[in-house]
């Protein structure tokens, strides 16, 4: 079982950025890591995801402002948010593909004011 600990959301002004971390508990290099969000109202949507050979694949709405990263010694995938609007505000929560074995974090909340 793999937990998957994420940190770094907040409240933040639109224009702002945010650096999203999540920590796999794994001790085996996880093979696709990323991240989805859910707004009220709406169904989870990808943002990001990043391979363990560090291919990624970014939502339309996600690219030229977000960057995925990470880090296979820590089993920590980064989102570095830049330029956010209020549109943005979700929870965001960390995904981990380990051998087709799909695991989520317990989310954490961005929130972009106007």
């Known amino acids: 079982q793999v937990q998957l600990v994420e940190s770094g959301g907040n409240l933040v002004q639109a224009g702002g950025s945010l650096r999203l971390s999540c920590a796999a508990s794994d001790i085996f290099v996880i093979n696709t890591m990323g991240w989805y969000r859910q707004a009220p109202g709406k169904q989870r949507e990808l943002v990001a995801t990043i391979a363990s050979s560090g291919s990624t694949n970014y939502a339309d709405s996600a690219k030229g402002r977000f960057t995925i990263s990470r880090d296979n010694a820590k089993n920590t995938v980064y989102l570095q948010m830049n330029s956010l609007k209020p549109e943005d505000t979700a929870v965001y929560y960390c995904?981990?593909?380990?051998?087709?074995?799909?695991?989520w974090g317990q989310g954490t909340q961005v929130t972009v004011s106007s």
């Open positions: 995904y981990a593909n380990l051998w087709g074995a799909v695991y």
